[in-house]
């Protein structure tokens, strides 16, 4: 089977953030970078599937040419090679034009299945992997925690407000990982030596500009300051009162 | 003049509290609007919606079994048969998962997890977080439609009393993917990013056992979801649908309380908007008391009995 998984690199969850001088981006000095959260849980079930099912798993990002480092890492966990798709001009693509550049590679690829992570941890836009879907006319099943894949299809659950989901879906399909689905493995010395053997192309691409833009940029309004009400089991009143008497919320 | 669709999600009929502040926030935007909705009872939650703001409700009527593409397919058809300039859906597990989908049919951009939607002078705003809120973006789109998913508890539900005109369209059947089965939660259950009032507990709970003692203050509100830090999810000792914070759920409650958790920057990214923030932690210097309105500093073991006995007292009370 040709497996896939995308990836992104975006900021370490514990950065700050500090807005540019033109009020319209972030300023990404003293930024470290990571695989996104979620696409690890992604690569590590596209490994599993290969385990189960047979194939090949190219992991596979829209990004700088520094995101190697992050894919090269997710190569040594077990997958087979990496694309980037990149650019000299690369500032970050809107959900829309990711989902887009990455429906005609996998296209191109010829591949049968596509793990996302359900949200990347940087815009937040939970949107790339149906979207990407959508384009290609394939199946897609979000926010997956438990897979059952065969050669043609499968049935996937995912979890909602209302409990938990039992989806049915055809091949091919993107699967966008939630936590919970797997826990994933770390890469052995063997396989961060074996990933620098393993073919990482950085393709280049035709750009989709993007559609969404930025009118300004800010800092979340700081909270008022609040207050210690007491010590103990004894600050139980003092608290009720402050509920229904200043905030309102009893 | 702008017409904008909103995909109203209900239950058999009973319209999801979500669902109707997404029809509320379709209002910031001016102009018409217009309900989709699709399954058995959406006559009821049509009415629903025209008693929330919504001019016009297109059933999507038949279809088998709920299939998330062939559902999104027909109401982007939709949406470009009325011409509709923006698309809103609920920030909820089936509004996130359509929203993208209806959006690359539409061929346009989507802003997720909205908390604010404005009309500039025609220029329609989607104000959403980044970095799990450490930054906020006011974004416009170059694209046809404006696409936006809307935060739950973010925005107001506007009982306007009007009446929708209802038509039908039928549904299409050839969806590649089919959702074949729900195992229900407990009936009464609510869910941690639904529930207005959110008790939330971390590791200064001691153990499994001991931190039932928040299943009772939950109780004792009744209308409160328990959460938990990622650290007691890691330790198995409550499920994930429970966890907090970047790599759990965003809620925005009117109440959160947070009981032994020590506010690490990615449990509070999942909290920071909650109106009214309550912390109960031993420690004077833990980080979650900078972020709090009220604080207690005290044995969660002791402080939270008692306050379960205060909030069962002014329940009581009514
Ligand atoms: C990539 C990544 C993603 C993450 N995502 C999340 C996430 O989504 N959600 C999340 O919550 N965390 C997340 N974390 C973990 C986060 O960094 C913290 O480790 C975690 O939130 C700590 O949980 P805690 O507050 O329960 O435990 P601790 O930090 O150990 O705090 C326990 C607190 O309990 C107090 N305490 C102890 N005993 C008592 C008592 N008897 N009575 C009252 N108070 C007491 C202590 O003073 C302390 O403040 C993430 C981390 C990483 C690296
Ligand atoms: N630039 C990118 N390159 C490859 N995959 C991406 C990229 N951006 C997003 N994705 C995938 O889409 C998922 C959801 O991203 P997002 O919609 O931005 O939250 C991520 O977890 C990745 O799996």
Redesign the pocket.
């Known amino acids: 089977m040709k497996i896939v998984a995308c990836i992104k690199r975006v900021p ?3 950065a700050q953030a500090k807005i540019t001088p033109d009020g319209k981006g972030l300023d990404a000095a003293g930024f470290q970078y ?1 695989t996104s ?1 979620y696409d690890e849980i992604a690569v590590e079930q596209a490994i599993r599937t290969k385990e189960a099912l047979g194939g090949d798993v190219t992991v596979l990002t829209v990004g700088p040419t520094e995101a190697s480092k992050e894919v090269r890492e997710c190569i040594a966990k077990g997958a087979d090679g990496g694309v980037i798709l990149t650019d000299a001009t690369w500032t970050g693509r809107d959900a829309r034009a990711t989902a887009k550049v990455l429906a005609a590679q996998l296209a191109a690829m010829g591949a049968e299945v596509a793990f996302f992570g359900k949200v990347a ?1 940087d815009r937040d836009n939970g949107a790339v992997g149906p979207m990407t879907a959508t384009y290609l006319g394939w199946a897609c099943v979000t926010d997956v925690v438990e897979l059952e894949l065969g050669a043609d299809g499968g049935t996937a659950k995912r979890e909602t407000e209302s409990g938990v989901e039992t989806v049915a879906f055809s091949l091919p399909a993107v699967l966008t990982c939630d936590k919970g689905l797997n826990e994933p493995r770390y890469a052995g010395l063997k396989g961060i030596m074996a990933a620098k053997k393993k073919p990482l192309e950085e393709v280049a691409f035709e750009d989709v500009p993007n559609q969404a833009q930025v009118a300004r940029l800010e800092l979340p309004a700081a909270r008022a300051e609040g207050r210690i009400v007491g010590q103990g089991a004894d600050a139980v009143p003092a608290l009720i009162d402050a509920l229904r008497n200043e905030a309102k919320v009893l | 003049m702008t017409t904008t669709l909103v995909f109203v999600e209900h239950n058999d009929g009973t319209c999801r509290r979500a669902a109707l502040e997404c029809l509320g926030a379709a209002a910031s935007l001016g102009g018409d609007v217009v309900a989709v909705l699709c399954g058995p009872g959406s006559a009821d939650a049509a009415a629903r919606a025209g008693a929330h703001g919504a001019a016009k409700a297109v059933v999507l009527a038949g279809g088998d079994a709920f299939s998330p593409d062939a559902v999104a397919k027909d109401i982007a058809a939709v949406a470009q048969d009325l011409g509709a300039t923006a698309f809103l859906a609920a920030a909820t597990s089936r509004g996130k998962d359509l929203a993208p989908r209806v959006a690359a049919h539409l061929d346009s951009v989507l802003f997720s997890d909205c908390t604010a939607l404005s009309n500039e002078g025609g220029a329609l705003h989607a104000t959403r977080p980044w970095l799990a809120g450490k930054a906020i973006a006011h974004c416009t789109s170059d694209g046809p439609v404006f696409c936006a998913t809307t935060r739950v508890n973010s925005f107001p539900v506007n009982e306007t009393g009007g009446a929708a005109e209802v038509s039908e369209r039928p549904a299409s059947t050839d969806g590649k993917v089919k959702v074949t089965g729900l195992a229900a939660k407990e009936s009464g259950k609510l869910d941690v990013a639904e529930a207005p009032v959110v008790v ?7 153990d499994p056992e001991t931190f039932a003692i928040l299943d009772e203050l939950a109780a004792a509100f009744g209308n409160a979801a328990v959460g ?7 330790a198995g000792w409550r499920p994930h649908s429970e ?7 965003v809620v925005s409650p009117n109440l959160y309380i ?10 509070v ?2 909290m920071k908007t909650s109106g009214t923030i309550v912390a ?4 004077a210097d ?3 008391f900078k972020l709090a309105d009220y604080g207690i500093v ?6 939270v009995p008692a306050l379960t006995e205060a909030i069962k007292a002014v329940k009581a009370q009514g």
């Open positions: 370490t969850t514990d990571m959260f941890t | 939330s507990g971390g590791r200064g709970l001691k938990a830090s990622r650290a007691v999810v890691d966890q907090v914070g970047q790599t759990g759920k947070a009981v032994g958790i020590s506010g690490a920057i990615q449990h990214a999942g109960i932690n031993k420690d833990a980080p979650i005290g044995d969660a073991l002791e402080v």
